[in-house]
């Protein structure tokens, strides 16, 4: 299965600046998708990113907010923007790719703002 | 999408078999039943994945009946490196385009 390469591992941003994650996959993907997950909590997917095309986000989730960009087929970035300490959770992206191995993720990036 | 209800949490000893059960009464015909596994700061990692009756990997194996309402993971003999969080996912078929997380179920192994 694919390997997914994702940074920062963690930062510590003020609020009202702006953090952009990267990930970067060791094979050609379709599709790719950002999710956000609180500490102890269930995993919210934030976007689905399609190289060539706007991403789609979910609901409760804006451009303006998460934008994302998708170059390639092997890379992806989420920038969290003009953050607040509400935003302070865990970021991880993920791709899929066909066959029965499902989706891998990302590490993940643990973003605390203050 | 199918919701799927699992356990909150779950505690076992080294060495037993571990059992965990997800209610997914809405599953669709196409949809596929996904267990995945997360280790504190690490994203999710792909188990196992089934369509109907048994599958088995050299991890787990998922027990699906025929009315594939529910599953069971099943996990032989469990380790302390299997503490973790496990999802149980449907809808993760060539035709989905996405995941969606339910609440998960954290087993605790003690020694």
């Known amino acids: 299965s694919a390997v997914i390469s994702q940074k920062p591992s963690r930062d510590i941003c003020q609020r009202g600046t702006s953090l952009t994650i990267q990930c970067q996959v060791d094979?050609?993907?379709?599709?790719m998708f950002w999710y956000r997950q609180q500490p102890g909590q269930s995993l919210t997917l934030i976007a689905t990113?399609?190289?060539?095309?706007?991403?789609?986000?979910e609901s409760g989730f804006v451009i303006d907010k998460f934008p994302i960009s998708r170059p390639n087929l092997t890379f992806s970035t989420l920038t969290v923007s003009n953050m607040s300490p509400e935003d302070s959770s865990i970021y991880l992206c993920?791709?899929?790719?066909?066959?029965?191995?499902?989706?891998?993720f990302g590490s993940g990036t643990r973003l605390t703002v203050v | 999408l199918a919701k799927t209800t699992q356990p909150i949490s779950m505690d076992s000893y080294e060495g037993q078999e571990v059992n965990i059960t997800c209610s997914h009464n809405?599953?669709?015909?196409?949809?596929?039943i996904t267990w995945y596994q997360q280790f504190p700061s690490q994203g999710p990692r792909f188990i196992i994945q089934?369509?109907?009756t048994k599958v088995t990997n050299e991890v787990a194996s998922l027990f699906i009946p025929a009315d594939r309402k529910s599953s069971t993971l099943s996990l032989p003999r469990v380790s302390l490196s299997d503490t973790a969080v496990y999802y149980c996912?449907?809808?993760?078929?060539?035709?989905?385009?996405?995941?969606?997380f339910g609440t998960g179920t954290r087993l605790t192994v003690i020694p």
């Open positions: 993920s791709s899929r790719e066909p066959g029965p191995y499902g989706y891998t």
């Open positions: 094979s050609q993907v379709t599709m």
């Open positions: 990113a399609n190289q060539g095309s706007e991403a789609t986000y």
């Open positions: 809405n599953i669709a015909t196409n949809d596929y």
């Open positions: 089934g369509y109907k």
């Open positions: 996912l449907v809808g993760d078929n060539p035709g989905a385009n996405n995941l969606f």
